[in-house]
């Protein structure tokens, strides 16, 4: 099984930021959808973001447009998720997930990922 490793999760106060990582085997191919997805207590998991690694092209979901931002460092394989100017609706647990040689089509549907982290808690207060 491969595995997906997050970190940088935890408590902050509404406003503030936090950086979310999150580190893929090196058997990951160069051109895979790398994504997030948070699922928040008693409702449905929800597509943040995601990447594709061969090009770098972001996708962020409307919902926290101009406050997140997907990146990647290819060199340590790791994807990261700034997010900024926290709410307290965005507490939730976030997950990492991969896509093995897929574009980022369709990113927000989560039956397209192969691989899925074990999560890292947010919690937003007020």
């Known amino acids: 099984q491969v595995e997906l490793v997050e970190s940088g999760g935890g408590s902050v106060q509404a406003g503030g930021s936090l950086r979310l990582s999150c580190v893929h085997s090196?058997?990951?191919?160069?051109?895979?959808?790398m994504a997030w997805f948070r699922q928040a207590p008693g409702k449905e998991r929800e597509g943040v973001a995601a990447?594709?690694?061969?090009?770098?092209?972001?996708y962020v979901a409307d919902s926290v447009k101009g406050r997140f931002t997907i990146s990647q460092d290819n060199a340590k394989d790791t994807v990261s998720l700034q997010m900024n100017s926290l709410k307290p609706e965005d507490t939730a647990m976030y997950y990492c997930?991969?896509?093995?040689?897929?574009?980022?089509?369709?990113?927000?549907?989560?039956?397209?990922?192969?691989?899925w982290g074990q999560g890292t808690q947010v919690t937003v207060s007020s």
């Open positions: 090196t058997m990951f191919s160069t051109s895979n959808c």
């Open positions: 997930a991969a896509a093995i040689l897929s574009t980022c089509h369709n990113w927000s549907g989560e039956g397209k990922y192969n691989y």
């Open positions: 990447i594709y690694t061969y090009s770098g092209d972001p």
